[in-house]
């Protein structure tokens, strides 16, 4: 059965705002630096999410330490 207790979880619920303040914050970047720059700091905005995601997956808690 598929775990989605990360969902519930504080640190997570915080990161998706992370991810929409970025998102908010670089629609306004120039267009110049919008190839570089913008999606740079969406990738990472999003790798956070995902990681905390993968990390409370049935991992031993080594692995899962490395994750979060």
Sequence with gaps: MLNLSHQKSVVYR??????KEVYSIT??????ESFV?????????ISVCSNI????SG????EKKRFF
């Design 14 to 19: 915080v990161s998706l705002k992370l991810v």
């Design 53 to 56: 995601a993968e990390g409370s």
């Design 37 to 45: 720059l913008k999606s740079q700091l969406r990738r990472a905005a």
């Design 27 to 32: 629609k306004n970047i120039a267009a110049e």
């Design 59 to 62: 991992k031993p808690k080594p």
